[in-house]
Antibody, heavy 121, light 115 residues
Framework: EVQLLESGGGLVQPGGSLRLSCAAS????????MSWVRQPPGKGLEWLST????????YYSDSVKGRFTISRDNSKNTLYLQMNSLGAEDTAVYYC??????????????WGQGSLVTVSS | QSALTQPPSASGSPGQSVTISCTGT?????????VSWYQQHPGKAPKVLIY???KRPSGVPDRFSGSKSGNTASLTVSGLQAEDEADYYC???????????????FGGGTKLTVL
């Protein structure tokens, strides 16, 4: 069974930083691209970033480009999202997502359970 | 990169059919057959219903079907059941300036109510 387990969420002050992790199990993690998608409370889904299977190619939405960095450690079966210069608009549940075919096609096969990030003073 | 446009709400009675639209641009829906549809129940992660416009993953009932015309995609739910009451989101791959597919857009979501 494929499992994606996010961690690292919590309360952070405006302007602060946070790093999310997503540990994968039950699948050949290093073979598949991964994405981060977030959902503000009561609102819709927003794609943030995608990293290729090998980690060499990364893609970002305009809303987080320059502030967030996606990376992966295939030896640890773990995906990361480094978030800097956080603002209230970044408050959301953050999901990691695994794609069998291509994350950039918008087709996510597996989702994590989500990690809540709250930006507030 | 603007979000895809969905109606905020839709409704139907059990057994009826309902169609939800998703409108993009020629940079995303209009250029690629990369439209997916997701169902999300409260407090849960999304679940894919349709990918590549019309394909259903294993285990998704054939009551769910997808289509596309121009810059607009649609999800049709036939034979509505109580458990279909949920939020539905479309997504599409897109490209900047006609280059290769390099971003993803989601729609704002449609709340489906089964009357």
């Amino acid at each position: 069974e494929v499992q994606l387990l996010e961690s690292g969420g919590g309360l952070v002050q405006p302007g602060g930083s946070l790093r999310l992790s997503c540990a994968a199990s039950g699948i050949a993690f290093s073979s598949y691209p991964m994405s981060w998608v977030r959902q503000p409370p009561g609102k819709g889904l927003e794609w943030l970033s995608t990293v290729s299977a090998g980690g060499g190619n990364t893609y970002y939405s305009d809303s987080v480009k320059g502030r967030f960095t996606i990376s992966r450690d295939n030896s640890k079966n773990t995906l990361y999202l480094q978030m800097n210069s956080l603002g209230a608009e970044d408050t959301a549940v953050y999901y990691c997502a695994l794609c069998i075919i291509s994350c950039l096609r918008g087709y996510v096969d597996y989702w994590g359970q989500g990690s809540l990030v709250t930006v507030s003073s | 990169q603007s979000a895809l446009t969905q109606p905020p709400s839709a409704s139907g009675s059990p057994g009826q059919s309902v169609t939800i639209s998703c409108t993009g641009t020629r940079s995303d829906i209009g250029s690629y057959n990369y439209v997916s549809w997701y169902q999300q129940h409260p407090g849960k992660a999304p679940k894919v219903l349709i990918y590549e416009v019309t394909k259903r993953p294993s285990g998704v009932p054939d009551r769910f079907s997808g289509s596309k015309s121009g810059n607009t995609a649609s999800l049709t739910v036939s034979g509505l059941q109580a458990e279909d009451e949920a939020d539905y989101y479309c997504s599409s791959g897109g490209s900047n300036s006609g280059g290769s597919n390099n971003y993803v857009l989601f729609g704002g979501g449609t709340k489906l109510t089964v009357l």
